[in-house]
């Protein structure tokens, strides 16, 4: 499956690094996108393993605001 969600706060080229390896670490993640001009990030994973609300959980853990 994939997902598209929007992320507020992702400045910097670390802010992007954060969020790929905070989404990456998570069992059934296998691809992040980030496009930091407009906040998005694609993630292509298997929904039996991880769910958009992880998902959001490990972004927000990182310090950054997932919207929607």
């Known amino acids: ?3 598209t ?12 690094k954060s969020v790929k390896d905070s989404l990456n670490t998570l069992e ?3 691809g992040v996108e980030v ?12 929904e039996a393993y991880v769910s ?3 998902m959001k959980e490990a972004i927000e853990a ?6 929607g």
């Open 35 to 46: 496009d930091l001009a407009s906040g998005k990030v694609d993630v292509t994973y298997d």
């Open 52 to 54: 958009k609300d992880m």
């Open 5 to 16: 969600l929007e992320v507020n706060g992702m400045t910097c080229g670390h802010c992007e």
């Open 62 to 67: 990182q310090g950054y605001e997932p919207v």
């Open 28 to 30: 059934g993640v296998h």
């Open 1 to 3: 499956m994939q997902l």
